[in-house]
Nanobody, 122 residues
């Protein structure tokens, strides 16, 4: 499975961005797709998950109500809509795929995209 993340950039606090993660290679229809982020000097943090088969989502408290994960089966792509961004959301954002579709632990994700940088200015 190859994952290609895109959509990062520079945005002012309160603004929005949408990240995309295109999957190719082996079918991911039974996988869970996770979004993680890593800020400088910090550990990689789980922020959202979506089950490819059902579309069921789960969010970390830090982003709940502001971020929304979705998927487009026809395009084999998952998205992370990020609204009301804050400076503390600044990080490199990664998408990942896990055979365990309910996982929130980075160690349980099997495939990773290359990361896309999100910078939120105050």
């Amino acid at each position: 499975v190859q994952l290609q993340a895109s959509g990062g950039g520079l945005v002012q606090a309160g603004g929005s961005l949408r990240l995309s993660c295109a999957a190719s290679g082996r079918t991911v229809s039974n996988y869970g797709m996770g979004w993680f982020r890593q800020a400088p000097g910090k550990e990689r943090e789980f922020i959202a998950r979506i089950r490819w088969s059902s579309g069921i989502t789960y969010y970390a408290d830090s982003v709940k109500g502001r971020f929304t994960a979705s998927r487009d089966n026809a395009k084999n792509t998952v998205y992370l809509q990020m609204n009301r961004l804050k400076p503390e959301d600044t990080a490199i954002y990664y998408c990942a795929a896990a055979r365990v579709p309910t996982s929130t632990r980075a160690s349980e994700y099997d495939y990773w995209g290359q990361g896309t940088l999100v910078t939120v200015s105050s």
